[in-house]
């Protein structure tokens, strides 16, 4: 299985603040037909996931633009530009390439 | 507006089965491939079943192969997940998820495997 390693597993920052959280994959996500299959997913309190990014950098319908996802390979990070209160969450990054689909551990996001 | 409820859910005792269902609306059901993830609560996300727009072809998580069955009546905009010889670790809420990747998704259904 490809196995996605997700750093730091929590996190608390201060409103209008940055952060970012990294994924690591045992293998390389980039497929033959030029895709990488790497995405990220928001879970608010007592909601289910969400889908942010798709594709490593590409917004989802109506995500806002302080979120923006980059990397390649098998190194992938999400940044927010400027934290704010909606955006309290467990944040996990997942991979398609290869089935079983795989998740990493999750990222607790706080404000401070 | 994409809506999908699970249901099904409930208190079971080991090794007894029990089967979920996904209502699924708002987009076009027939071409949609279709997940099962699921969630101990408090922990991360797992990945259970994916099955394509017409059934043929069905994958598993190694954990819930031989014992879960997923299938779908796209008559009924519905998808099922099967779920036997049930063990306390498949404790979990059980969410389905629309699109080739985990699109859209429900809220979720609790199962409890408990004696």
């Known amino acids: 299985d490809v196995v996605v390693t997700q750093t730091p597993l929590s996190l608390s920052v201060s409103p209008g603040q940055p952060a970012s959280i990294s994924c690591k994959s045992s293998?390389?996500?980039?497929?033959?037909?030029?895709?990488?299959?790497f995405y990220w997913y928001i879970q608010r309190p007592g909601q289910s996931p969400q889908l942010l990014i798709y594709?490593?950098?590409n917004r989802f319908a109506g995500v806002p633009d302080r979120f923006s996802g980059s990397g390649s390979g098998t190194d992938f990070t999400l940044k927010i530009s400027r934290v704010e209160a909606e955006d309290v969450g467990i944040y996990y990054c997942?991979?398609?390439?290869?089935?079983?689909?795989?998740f990493g551990q999750g990222t607790k996001v706080e404000i401070k | 507006e994409v809506q999908l409820v699970e249901s099904g859910g409930g208190l079971v005792q080991p090794g007894w089965s029990l089967r979920l269902s996904c209502a699924a609306s708002?987009?076009?059901?027939?071409?949609?491939?279709m997940h099962w993830v699921r969630q101990v609560p408090g922990k991360g996300l797992l990945w259970v079943s994916r099955?394509?727009?017409?059934?043929?072809?069905?994958y598993y998580a190694d954990s819930v192969k031989g014992r879960f069955t997923t299938s779908r009546d796209n008559a009924k905009n519905t998808l099922y997940l099967q779920m036997g010889s049930l063990r306390v670790e498949d404790t979990a809420i059980y969410y389905c998820?629309?699109?080739?990747?985990?699109?859209?998704w429900g809220r979720g259904t609790l199962v409890t495997v408990s004696s």
């Open positions: 998820a629309s699109d080739l990747i985990p699109t859209f």
């Open positions: 708002g987009f076009t059901f027939r071409s949609s491939w």
């Open positions: 099955i394509n727009f017409d059934g043929s072809r069905i």
């Open positions: 293998q390389s996500l980039l497929h033959t037909d030029g895709k990488t299959y």
């Open positions: 594709e490593v950098s």
């Open positions: 997942m991979q398609s390439i290869q089935l079983p689909v795989t």
